[in-house]
């Protein structure tokens, strides 16, 4: 699916990358502890989060994370939102909890990007 | 055998600069790329100096990250002036942590650090000492990670 139907999906607001909704995506990984998505997520992946700092997307580009998904209807803060642009990484922000974005999205074909740990290197 | 290194760069951290933090982990992983090493490598080398560079914001007064390449391997190493550590064995364990409300509320210090330091590198070596600082010499082969992820921690 691309990003524009996550965004359907989650009747998300795109707060960054609006020229990058034709991304694919199928895999995702969600934490609020950023050292557990630099541990378990991989690449193109989306990461949705409740943590709206910076450091959301520097996590997010050094793992090539395709697009942020901030939940609860978190906004992030001017810095996070000037870093992204510089990276171009896309940000949505979604009022659904991350209990409900998670399952709306995996009931439409998204997947973990792991689905448990241990022996996953 | 010691090859010496076609590439080297060494970055300045600076202490409690919690804005900046992930800023020399971004330069190295573009110059990574740029060299033509692999995805893979690259995004490994990308963590352990993200690790790292939160490490030093998190607790030291300043440091330096130091990036060797050579055809063989990725070499990250870290120094910093900060407060040491008394027990490495301690430090390692994942979920100890002795992190502020500042370095949690940046999404770590849930004592995942080191353990992803050595997850992600093929050898790992902390020398530190208590109230002077902390070096840490990580190296990922260029090739794929093979049947080890659990390479013992060399302690000096």
Redesign the interface.
Known sequence: MTLKEVQDILEAEVLVGRDQLQKPVRTAFAA????????FAK?DSLLL?G?T????V??A????ITAIILVRGKKPSE?TVKLAEE?KIPILSTRYILFETSGRLHAKGITGCIEKVG?E? | MRESPKFEKSFDVEGGSFQNAGNVSGQIKNILKDLGVSTDIVRRVAIICYESEINIVSYAKKGTITLAVTDNAVKIETKDEGPGIPDIDLAMKEGYSTATAAVREMGFGAGMGLANMKKYSDHLIITSEVGVGTCVKMMVMNFPKLLHPDLPVVTL
């Open positions: 609020d502890l950023m050292s557990d998505v630099l541990a690449p989060t943590l700092n910076p450091q959301v520097r996590t580009d050094i793992l090539d810095e990276l022996g290197m």
